[in-house]
């Protein structure tokens, strides 16, 4: 980990990551990791970055299932969504959602991938709100799968596991963007920077984070890992960085 200040700190091994020149209309692009309904710790990062109208954030999904506090998590999620400088993706625990109501997949399977607790929280803001399920369902299902912009010449993509090298976006598999792990960390080769959440890098022994979970690049590749393990008792953090310089913080 580089330590360019006291208060500063830089992911490793990004210079070539960074634009050349800032051609966007914000003064930071920040990007956030899933968050998992741990809103606590999404509150106390938040407090951290300091999120102003000259910023552009970025969450990379799976907002719901796992923590405790799903209900406020849907609930502030939702009110942001309103701004024209937030854009919330698509996860695939938002899509295990969708597809348990359109009767796509067995209640329980999603249960057993966290999403009791989606269950719980949703049954308690039906009987504070009737119409707040089918909001929830509707705002879903208008999440995009991915968000691109050109900064500096240079294209960055973010999507919530990653996307295939050499397809257009516009014709990436969705299911790849959802829940690709293996597929695109050893294979993707890409120009375009890609910021992905889904594969808490706590899993990855090679980045030697295991103890100390922080975003990281994967080793010769165009690829930034942002999800620091929310949910994960003990060292599970929220993470979110600025592209623009690679600063990071946490929860």
């Not at 966007?24 to 741990?38: L, Q, T």
């Not at 930034?224 to 929860?251: A, C, H, R």
């Amino acid at each position: 980990m580089e330590n360019f200040s006291i208060t500063k700190t830089f992911v490793s091994g990004i210079a070539d990551l960074i634009p050349d020149v800032n051609d966007s209309p914000y003064k930071r692009i920040i990007v956030f990791g899933d968050i998992h309904g741990c809103f606590d710790k999404l509150t106390s990062l938040l407090d951290k970055v300091c999120l102003n109208e000259e910023d552009l954030a970025i969450f990379v999904g799976d907002f719901i299932d796992r923590g405790d506090n799903v209900a406020d998590t849907l609930k502030w999620v939702i009110e942001q969504s309103k701004k024209k400088n937030f854009i919330f993706l698509r996860g695939n625990h938002e899509q295990m959602m969708l597809d348990t109501f359109h009767k796509r997949m067995n209640k329980l399977t999603w249960a057993f991938n966290g999403g009791m607790k989606t269950i719980q929280a949703l049954s308690k803001l039906k009987s504070e709100d009737e119409t707040f399920i089918e909001r929830v369902l509707d705002f879903m299902e208008n999440l995009p799968l991915y968000h691109s912009m050109t900064i500096g010449g240079r294209e960055y993509v973010f999507a919530h596991a990653g996307i295939e090298a050499g397809i257009p976006l516009e014709e990436q598999d969705e299911d790849f963007l959802l829940w690709a792990r293996e597929r695109f960390f050893n294979h993707y080769d890409g120009e375009a920077v890609v910021i992905s959440g889904h594969s808490p890098v706590q899993a990855f022994k090679e980045f030697g984070v295991a103890d100390n979970p922080r975003p990281v690049r994967l080793p010769g590749r165009n690829v930034v890992m942002i999800d620091t393990g929310s949910f994960i008792k003990g060292n599970g953090k929220i993470s979110s960085i600025d592209i623009l310089t690679y600063e990071y913080w946490q929860s």
